[in-house]
């Protein structure tokens, strides 16, 4: 679980690359999601910083899994919480019906998370 959050960070940040030095060849990242990058570009400035504490929530996830500490399964159940949120608004808001295939695949994550903490003695 904590590569699949260094992973985060990584993609986070380098979408904040992206969004600070346009017009390089990394710019065909975009193809893989043109409507991230237009809504990333009307959100101007905001969308760096948004993406920067995405890649920072998504690092202290990872330290905190790796460690094993209480906190940073919190810190990665509260990151998955918001993408299942974020991915039921999307689907019922913009109607992109894609974003529910991440609503059982965050759910699953955080269900596994809880058994984890729970196999060790742990709670919430």
Known sequence: ??????????????????LV?????????????PDAQFGFKHLGGWAVLL?????AACLCAAIGLWHYQRWGFS??????GVNLVADLASASVRHDWRSLAGI?????????LVQELRRHGQSL
């Open 21 to 33: 030095f346009p017009g390089t060849p990394l710019d065909d990242l975009w193809k893989a999601n």
């Open 104 to 112: 059982p695949v965050s759910g699953a994550m955080i269900f596994y």
């Open 75 to 80: 810190f990665a159940m509260a990151i998955l």
């Open 1 to 18: 679980m904590a590569c699949f959050f260094v992973f985060g960070t990584l993609m986070s940040a380098l979408t904040a690359l992206l």
């Open 51 to 55: 993406m920067l504490t995405v890649s």
